[in-house]
């Protein structure tokens, strides 16, 4: 069965420091999603991509965020300066319609 | 815009009981239900959805839900719970993106 699949699997950066987070969705899928879950939180929306566009965003989601679909098959989320409240999972979402199939999520620690 | 509550942070409960780990949600408009479970250090695995339909819907590993339209519920329930089901589930609610409850972990006991 096709998965969802994201690197790194942890990442530990230091504070103001640009870090990539990469998901390689599944084939047939047209919208993705990120998404956070700071530790001990709920998960929250970030972005939603669809058509090499951002189709919605989260007040989350700043000028630090950014995400593209560099080669027809990855899907980025770009943080230019990290901050240490941005440390949290980070999960990828993609979906043909209206269920979205997450990926195992990148841990990312900001020093 | 959209809610989720999950009114129970923690429910512990011995192996072979069944169990119901309750949902509430709001929207101003209709959306899809979704039941998600998080396995220690691993994601999200969806394990049911109502879309439309029988309002009874069953997913994997013998969990099923019922979507209440008049008390706006989507619990979920499993007559026969096993050690491996201990693990945090989720109940999200959208159409796009999705809003997600707090979490409810599952915890079973021999």
């Known amino acids: 069965e096709p998965e969802v699949t994201q690197t790194p699997s942890h990442q530990v950066t230091q504070m103001g420091q640009e870090v990539i987070l990469r998901c390689v969705p599944i084939s047939n899928h047209l919208y993705f999603y990120w998404y956070r879950q700071i530790l001990g939180q709920k998960v929250e929306f970030l972005v939603s991509?669809?058509?090499?566009?951002?189709?919605?965003k989260s007040e989350i989601f700043d000028d630090q965020f950014s995400v593209e679909r560099p080669d027809g098959s990855n899907f980025t989320l770009k943080i230019r300066s990290t901050k240490l409240e941005d440390s949290a999972m980070y999960f990828c979402?993609?979906?043909?319609?209206?269920?979205?199939?997450f990926g195992p999520g990148t841990r990312l620690l900001v020093l | 815009a959209q809610s989720v509550t999950q009114l129970d942070s923690q429910v512990p409960v011995f192996e072979e009981a069944p169990v119901e780990l309750r949902c509430n949600y709001s929207?101003?408009?209709?959306?899809?239900l979704f039941w998600y479970v998080q396995y220690p250090n691993q994601g999200l695995q969806l394990l049911l959805k109502?879309?439309?339909?029988?309002?009874l819907v069953k997913g994997i590993n013998g969990f099923e839900a019922e979507f209440n339209k008049s008390q706006t519920s989507f619990h979920l329930r499993k007559p026969s719970v096993h050690i491996s089901d201990t693990a945090e589930y989720f109940c999200a609610v959208g159409y796009g993106k999705l809003t997600f409850g707090q979490g409810t972990i599952l915890t079973v006991h021999p």
């Open positions: 929207s101003s408009v209709s959306v899809y």
């Open positions: 109502y879309l439309s339909g029988s309002t």
């Open positions: 979402a993609t979906t043909p319609q209206e269920t979205q199939y």
């Open positions: 991509f669809y058509n090499n566009e951002i189709s919605e």
